[in-house]
């Protein structure tokens, strides 16, 4: 049973920027295609990235593109989610998934794809 564990959600200010952090329990992300969803009150929850399980592979939401960037880091298990200039909209609770699938290049921003679901870090952004 895989765990994924977010952190790094807070109040920020229009225009600020977050990093998120999903650590994992894998022994390797080479396994796992990773996946950024997010939920508002009220809103269905939306795909916002994924970084396939090669590493070589990106999708971002049209909502996000050019201001959300997504990495990893194979030695620490982890993937990042860098948010600049967050807009009040992006206020939401973000979880990560994985989706079993050994390296390759596949992405999706499909949340019923996904097979293990982290508990979610609150992100709000204000003045």
């Known amino acids: 049973q895989l765990q994924l564990v977010e952190s790094g959600g807070g109040l920020v200010q229009p225009g600020g920027s977050l990093r998120l952090s999903c650590l994992t329990s894998?022994?390797?992300?080479?396994?796992?295609?990773i996946g950024w969803f997010r939920q508002a009150p009220g809103k269905e929850r939306e795909g916002v990235s994924c970084?396939?399980?090669?590493?070589?592979?990106?999708n971002y939401a049209d909502s996000v593109k050019g201001r959300f960037t997504i990495s990893r880091d194979n030695a620490a298990n982890t993937v990042y989610l860098q948010m600049n200039s967050l807009k009040p909209e992006d206020t939401a609770v973000y979880y990560c998934?994985?989706?079993?699938?050994?390296?390759?290049?596949?992405?999706?921003?499909?949340?019923?794809?996904?097979?293990?679901w982290g508990q979610g870090t609150q992100v709000t952004v204000s003045s």
């Open positions: 970084l396939s399980s090669s590493g070589g592979t990106t």
């Open positions: 894998t022994f390797s992300l080479d396994y796992y295609t």
């Open positions: 998934a994985a989706l079993i699938n050994y390296n390759n290049d596949y992405t999706t921003l499909l949340g019923n794809e996904y097979d293990y």
